[in-house]
């Protein structure tokens, strides 16, 4: 097992800068997991952990060791691709023995490693099979149970389900919860979903740019981001946004105009805001409330499009001022287009950013 720290990490491709200075502390055991957009750094990151590129400037270290220079296989880490990456030719047995043989472990200490693993994944029945007769699934496992025989200090998963259907991604990603869960293992994992990240992670990275926005579990980051990016990209479907102006800030709250013109006062604290300035109340569609009565704190508009899932529903509602919000509520809607909708929105939910993008704190 091993801790792994990350002190001012850069990353430059000739004279482009991609990775700028990330600090990070990946404790023991921990399950961390780098989120963010297409671009943003978050495999060349992985890559870097790895010893697959090479660091910039900063230091890496393992448990307090420097490891900048040290190759991959001196590292003990493990890695699992998006691709697989089986070799066509080998049975599972075979792919999942080949990293022990090049590193001349015994036939019965492979043999033990290989079917040890096997049985955690449920692999046992396929060992003789190629992967050509394997569902991508299997195909999968089989690749996490390559890097488990190698018995790593740290595994490393670089958005390993996206080549999954719906069905096969949830599965897996229960396969993978439960490995961290029985090995103990401190775990890096990359991906795109944010639905990933938030059951998987115990601590989440939201990465932008090259750059980590925000570093924290997931509730934390659900609940209290940081900026605008964490709190647009952390939540499915995303935060709703009104652009508004603050009408009055005291210590403890900040007052704003709704679309509708109404005065609305926001728990949170109001010390670095001044009447005057342009900002941004955030809700999350599944805190504005439908057919709740209310005397103030009313969102008003005319529903545009409406989504029945099953167990919920999104309602579009298009306000006066032309902002498109999203609203999700439980059960099927019998409320269709082109109705007007008035909901309530609760203050304690919301959150406020100012002009620079950075969140006023909510308080409670």
Known sequence: MAEVELKGIRKSFGKIETIHGVDLLIRDKEFVVFVGPSGCGKSTLLRLIAGLETISGGELTFDGVRVN?????????????????????????????????????GKA??????????AILELTPLLERLPKQLSGGQRQRVAIGRAI?????????????????????????IEIAKLHQDM????????????????LADKIVVLNAGVVEQAGSPLELYEHPANLFV??????PQMNFIDTEVQA???????????????????????TARKGDRVKLGIRPEHLQVG?????????????VVENLGESHFIYLRTATGALVTIRANGIS????????SVRIPPEACHVFNSDGNALRRLG
């Open 109 to 118: 200490e492979i043999d033990e490693k290989v079917r040890k693993a096997a």
């Open 149 to 173: 025989v190698r018995e790593p200090r740290v595994f490393l998963f670089d958005e390993p389900l996206s080549n999954l259907d719906a069905a096969l991604r949830v599965q897996t990603r």
């Open 292 to 304: 709740t009565e209310a005397d103030d704190g009313k969102l008003a508009g005319v529903i545009e």
């Open 249 to 271: 800030a005291g210590s403890s709250s900040v007052t704003v105009t709704l679309p509708g013109g109404e005065a609305f006062t926001v728990p949170v604290d109001g010390t």
């Open 184 to 199: 103990g293992v401190t775990m890096i994992y990359v991906t795109h979903d944010q639905v990933e990240a938030m059951t």
């Open 334 to 341: 019998s409320l269709t287009a082109k109705t007007n909708l």
């Open 231 to 236: 709190a647009g990209f952390i939540g499915s």
């Open 69 to 105: 220079e040290a190759a991959p296989k001196e590292r003990g880490i493990a890695m699992v691709f998006q691709s697989y990456a089986l070799y066509p030719h080998m049975t599972v047995y075979e792919n999942m023995a080949f990293g022990l043989e090049l590193s001349k472990a």
